[in-house]
Nanobody, 125 residues
Framework: VQLQASGGGLVQPGGSLRLSCAAS????????VGWFRQAPGKEREGVSG????????YYADSVKGRFTISKDNAKRMVYLQMNSLKPEDTAVYHC???????????????????WGQGTQVTVSS
C-alpha cells in the first residue's frame, strides 16, 4: 500500500491549491481515504476524509466550507481542493488510507493503514 501526495506550494492568503494523491497497491473500493496535516509543534489534525462505503465525507471544523475532497476509484486518485486558504492552514499535508472514516478523522497512527510522506502547503503573503 503506497500513497504519494503532490500539489503543495506557496500561496497567498485567500488563494487556492489542489492536492492530489496517487494510491497504489490497493483499491479505493476497500478503504476510506483522506488527508491529515501536521504543522511544526502541533499535533496531527484529520482534515478531510471520504468513506469507502457510501461516499460520505468528513471535514474538520477548521476547513468546512473551504475544502472539498473527491476521489476517482478507477484512477486510484484522491483530491483535496483547498480554497480561501489561511495562514493557519500552513502544514505538511499527508494522504492516508484506513478501514473507517473515523480513523481518517482522528488521524491516529495506530488507526491508519497507510500514509504518504506528504506535501508542504505554505500560506503566506
Amino acid at each position: 500500500v503506497q500513497l504519494q501526495a503532490s500539489g503543495g506550494g506557496l500561496v497567498q492568503p485567500g488563494g487556492s491549491l489542489r492536492l492530489s494523491c496517487a494510491a497504489s497497491g490497493f483499491s479505493l473500493d476497500y478503504y476510506a481515504v483522506g488527508w491529515f496535516r501536521q504543522a511544526p509543534g502541533k499535533e496531527r489534525e484529520g482534515v478531510s476524509g471520504i468513506s469507502r462505503v457510501d461516499g460520505s465525507t468528513y471535514y474538520a471544523d477548521s476547513v468546512k466550507g473551504r475544502f472539498t475532497i473527491s476521489k476517482d476509484n478507477a484512477k486510484r486518485m484522491v483530491y483535496l481542493q483547498m480554497n480561501s486558504l489561511k495562514p493557519e492552514d500552513t502544514a505538511v499535508y499527508h494522504c492516508a488510507a484506513a478501514r473507517t472514516l473515523i480513523a481518517i478523522a482522528t488521524a491516529a497512527p495506530n488507526g491508519l493503514d497507510a500514509w504518504g510522506q506528504g506535501t508542504q502547503v505554505t500560506v503566506s503573503s
